[in-house]
């Protein structure tokens, strides 16, 4: 049974840039989280994807995109990247309901911006 | 408004011995989760444990358990018999329950645990 993936594992970009992270949710999941993790911080939640749409958002700019696809793998998009950008992305995933259920983690894309 | 306060930036604790990381919340919402992950230097986030915050017992799962007093608002972990590879960032984590839908996250700053030989 797999678990969440993501992808790439790193990435280095420039400001100014647009990059593009995936995930794919663990099975049976159809809910997918994104997370931002600054060093030396705890993760801070930057949206959440449903039946294809946004549900919720944190608070970060609209530079923060995201997309859900029919099979519930999930992208990240970040436009005009800044410095402050450079973080651990992780991406979470549960069942629709599942509120006494843990959201489960893939294990990140760190995104170094120079 | 909601927030997690983890007022222990690291600890120590000898192989084999229990140790206690601490953990407060708010909340307004009288019903919400609260939950224990670990994350190695790796980045993982790995699930502990869960507890309920209409649970009547502390939940346990192995070597973890969670001391929920509710009153007080906290949700401190306890890793009993502690071993080298329980050496990672602990972080605790809340999510209301408001609307029935499957909420966010939110994390605390997190404990940085070494375990010594």
């Known amino acids: 049974d797999a678990g969440v993936t993501q992808s790439p594992t790193h990435l280095i970009k420039t400001r100014g840039q647009q990059v593009t992270l995936r995930c794919s949710p663990k099975s049976g999941h159809d809910t997918v989280s994104w997370y931002q993790q600054a060093l030396g911080q705890g993760p801070q939640f930057i949206f959440q994807?449903?039946?294809?749409?946004?549900?919720q958002r944190g608070n970060f700019p609209d530079r923060f995109s995201g997309h859900q696809f029919p099979n519930y793998s999930s992208e990240l998009n970040v436009n005009a990247l800044l410095l402050g950008d450079s973080a651990l992305y992780l991406c979470a995933s549960s069942r629709t309901g599942g509120f006494f259920q843990p959201q489960h983690f893939g294990d990140g894309t760190r995104l170094s911006i120079l | 408004a909601q927030k997690i306060t983890q007022t222990q930036p690291g600890m120590f604790v000898q192989e084999k011995e229990a140790v206690t990381l601490d953990c407060t919340y708010d909340?307004?919402?009288?019903?919400?989760?609260l939950f224990w992950y670990k994350q190695p230097s790796s980045g993982e986030m790995i699930f502990l444990i869960y507890q309920g915050s209409y649970d009547q017992q502390n939940a346990t799962e192995g070597r973890y358990s969670l001391n929920f007093q509710k009153a007080r608002k906290s949700a401190n972990l306890v890793i009993s018999a502690s071993q080298l590879g329980d050496s990672a960032m602990y972080f605790c984590?809340?999510?209301?329950?408001?609307?029935?839908?499957?909420?966010?996250?939110?994390f605390g700053t997190g404990t940085l645990l070494a375990v010594q030989p």
């Open positions: 909340t307004s919402d009288p019903s919400y989760g």
């Open positions: 984590a809340m999510r209301e329950n408001y609307g029935g839908a499957t909420n966010k996250l939110i």
């Open positions: 994807y449903y039946e294809e749409e946004e549900r």
